[in-house]
């Protein structure tokens, strides 16, 4: 994770990618539609047209995409595949970012080779995992998967909380963020960590679990019985014999959906937290 990116200087809405798209987002899915798109072109007699027979289904892609995505004259569309492609990709790299995937969603809908829409999603959803996109194919549709309000509850926990509470969420960001080795599990422990850290900070003590720290949480600032029962439930999961921080068994994989959920739960907890201590500082 670069410097910018530890340290802060880089917003959560950066880090996941939710109302832009950096340049290895953009290659890598034009890469993707290279391999399961373009290249399927076929040459006829040394030379690569669109009127072959053999180009037929890529044919009728170009069609699709002159008569209904980029409303163009269907004349204007060259038969050379030399041409087209040209067109395609100065379309594709200079378009705004939510066109680039109104433009990969388009694509996955209209070719029509077999098994293509599954293949392709499942392939465009590893990449947009792997670099932190907000979004995700959803029975073919883009969908997002991180809305502003969860955006806005990691930014206000990390930004007005002390150590180590804020130590234990950007760190739990960063282990979820990085896109050479993302670390779904140990996110989860430290979001986990985080809400520890800060219960056992506003009653001032660390001893107890955290169970038995809600309980007098419940009593010092008026936590509502049924948030205490769910996060008492939540941290279960987090902590039983098959979860995360006992076992860390290999055969269990922790997915980005489930790090990213307990961060954005674990922020909005601290946030009320604070908030409940704030306006009733002792309890009572």
């Keep these: 994770m670069k410097f910018s990116e530890r340290y802060g200087y880089q917003s959560v809405r950066d880090l996941i ?3 832009s798209m950096d340049e290895p987002l953009r290659n890598g899915l034009w890469n993707l539609l290279q ?3 373009w290249n399927t072109v076929k040459n006829s007699h040394h030379s ?4 072959s027979d053999g180009n037929r289904i890529i044919r009728a892609l170009c069609n699709k995409l002159w008569l209904n995505f980029f409303k163009h004259p269907l004349e204007t569309r060259s038969d050379s595949w030399k ?3 040209s067109e395609l990709r100065e379309y594709f790299f200079s378009c705004a970012w939510y066109e680039v995937y109104d433009f990969v969603e388009f694509v996955a809908n209209n070719f029509e080779r077999y098994k293509f829409r599954e293949i392709f999603s499942e392939k465009c959803n590893l990449l947009l995992e792997r670099e932190v ?3 995700r194919f959803v029975s073919g549709v883009i969908s997002r998967i991180t809305e502003n309000e969860q955006i806005d509850e990691v930014e206000k926990a990390i930004k007005t909380t002390s150590s180590p ?3 234990h969420l950007k ?3 960063e282990l979820l963020a990085s896109r050479t080795a993302p670390d779904y599990r140990n996110s989860i422990k430290e979001s986990i960590s985080a809400v520890e850290s ?4 506003s009653l001032g003590t660390d001893k107890g679990t955290l169970g038995q720290l809600l309980k007098r949480l419940e009593d010092k600032i008026g936590l509502h019985p049924a948030l205490k029962t769910a996060f008492s439930n939540l941290y279960g999961y987090a902590s039983d014999e098959g979860g995360i921080r006992h076992a860390l068994l290999e055969a269990e994989k922790v997915e980005f959906e489930e790090a990213q959920f307990l961060l954005v739960v674990c922020s909005a907890f601290v946030n009320y937290v604070q908030g409940k201590c704030v306006c009733n500082p002792n309890g009572g």
């Design 198 to 201: 800060l219960v056992a900070t």
């Design 83 to 85: 041409k087209v492609l």
């Design 48 to 51: 690569h047209t669109l009127v």
């Design 165 to 167: 509470v804020r130590n």
């Design 133 to 135: 996109s907000a979004y």
């Design 17 to 19: 990618q939710l109302e």
């Design 35 to 37: 391999i399961y798109v």
């Design 171 to 173: 760190r739990s960001l």
